[in-house]
């Protein structure tokens, strides 16, 4: 009943927007409910074909590219069902770390908006007089974003529990990553000065002084070397279970700074570059060839993705994110909302959720705009050439000329309005410390 219901109001739907409904599309409809990512119509609106056509016709004027590059720039433009704009739109194209949407898009899938990676501190010995008579051990989970903050909470952790030195090594296992270094022995030498103030520099001092007021400085000295192992020793005593910030946070940090290392390491957790990019074309219901990946990150030219799937994507990961209450603002940088990262520099249209892309010759920008014509309009748009600054400027006035075509929404839609004031994560919380080990 519910999905009868709802093709019936996308056919009102394409009624009322001019598009002539056959009584089959009612079925069209329905799979269109389950597959977003579909076009059943074209846009009897010319307002976005005719902008799309302007904007191209731009980058040629003003020499961004060359005639013969004209076929590389790729734009794809859908508001619901209807196809506003198209330019190589299926076609696979480099899109940087537009690639960290296929990568947002698995991992909620895998694991759901509230996940948590754990990080499991143990040790080769007894605890005496607060001193540990054997290693430290760190038994990495997966978690992308263990930082100074929850190394420095992690300290005071050990300290709570009466830890004061150890008296063996610092062991590095597991899938871990320090400040979002992933080598071991170098993620291990961060870890093992955070956990000891004395020999704080200026980054952990930093750090330290924006975390809340009163919080203690950690006095766990380290009297051993930084190891790793790839087998952790099957007699260490577990300590401590440390908790990772929500996997939402995750996400949405990770793509507010499109960070490569964090992306790399969720791609990694769900199996892969080739798990991501086969998962990721089922779920936006779009052919695997649109989405080409050799990495979860979008480091490399092989990384490629059609503006189309792009768009697919991003509706995928709203649906997603709508069976946990949450929508795409909570997870990508939205203009209004978010001042910071890839956020920082750009002129868009208020509430305008995004994922930028750039390489050396690569600048893409995905994602949707609410607009009073069309509802919400999904877009993707990737150019190639050099002029990295000048094809930012171009598709920030592309999406503004569109919604002036369209008219600005009268006021942010709830389905792009994100569901916390607070943007920033609450790193350092010594309540995502589980301390395991009672003497």
């Given at each position: ?110 694991w759901g908006s509230e996940h948590q990676f754990d990080t499991m501190i143990s040790s080769t010995g007894p605890i005496v007089n607060g001193v540990l008579q ?306």
């Amino acid at each position: 009943m519910l999905e009868l219901l709802g093709s019936g109001l996308v056919s009102l739907w394409l009624e009322m927007a001019g598009v002539q409904v056959k009584p089959s599309d009612a079925l069209d409809a329905i799979t269109w409910q389950s597959s977003p990512g579909l076009v059943i119509a074209p846009d009897p609106n010319p307002a976005g074909a005719n902008t799309v056509k302007q904007y191209l016709q731009g980058l040629l004027t003003s020499k961004l590219i060359a005639q013969n590059l004209a076929p590389s720039q790729g734009i794809w433009m859908q508001s619901g069902p209807m196809l506003m704009a198209d330019h190589q739109g299926t076609t696979p194209l480099p899109a940087a770390s537009l690639t960290k949407i296929a990568t947002s898009l698995v991992a909620l899938n895998t694991w759901g908006s509230e996940h948590q990676f754990d990080t499991m501190i143990s040790s080769t010995g007894p605890i005496v007089n607060g001193v540990l008579q054997g290693d430290l051990v760190i038994t990495g989970g997966g978690d992308p974003m263990f930082v100074w903050e929850e190394a420095i909470a992690l300290g005071n952790t050990l300290n709570k529990m009466g830890i004061k030195q150890v008296k063996g090594n610092l062991v590095i296992t597991g899938n871990f990553a320090m400040n979002f270094q992933r080598h071991p022995l170098l993620a291990g030498q961060m870890v093992k000065q955070a956990l000891n103030s004395k020999t704080w520099t200026r980054p952990a001092i930093y750090i330290h002084s924006i975390m809340p007021k009163g919080t203690p400085k950690p006095q766990l000295v380290i009297a051993g070397q930084v190891k790793f192992t790839p087998q952790p020793n099957p007699q260490q005593t577990l300590l401590v279970r440390h908790r990772s910030i929500p996997l939402k946070q995750l996400i949405k940090e990770m793509n507010v700074y499109s960070n490569n290392e964090m992306a790399q390491m969720l791609a990694e957790s769900v199996g892969g570059h080739t798990v991501v990019q086969v998962k990721a074309a089922k779920l936006a219901n779009v052919p695997e060839t649109e989405i080409q990946l050799i990495n979860g990150s979008g480091l490399g030219q092989e990384n490629r993705i059609s503006p189309r799937a792009a768009c697919a994507m991003l509706m995928a990961i709203q649906q997603q994110a709508a069976t946990h209450q949450l929508n795409l603002a909570d997870l990508f940088p939205t203009s209004g909302f978010d001042h910071r990262g890839t956020m920082q520099h750009r002129d868009l249209p208020a509430a305008t959720v995004m994922k930028t892309g750039t390489l050396r010759d690569v600048s893409a920008l995905a994602g949707v705009v609410p607009t009073r014509d069309r509802g919400l309009v999904w877009f993707a748009i990737i150019n190639r050439g050099p002029q990295i600054t000048a094809f930012r400027q171009e598709q920030d006035k592309l999406l503004k000329n569109l919604v002036k075509q369209l008219q600005i929404a009268p006021s942010v839609p709830n389905a792009l309005t994100p569901h916390t004031a607070r943007s920033l994560p609450e790193l350092g919380n010594t309540s995502r410390n589980e301390i395991v080990f009672r003497s």
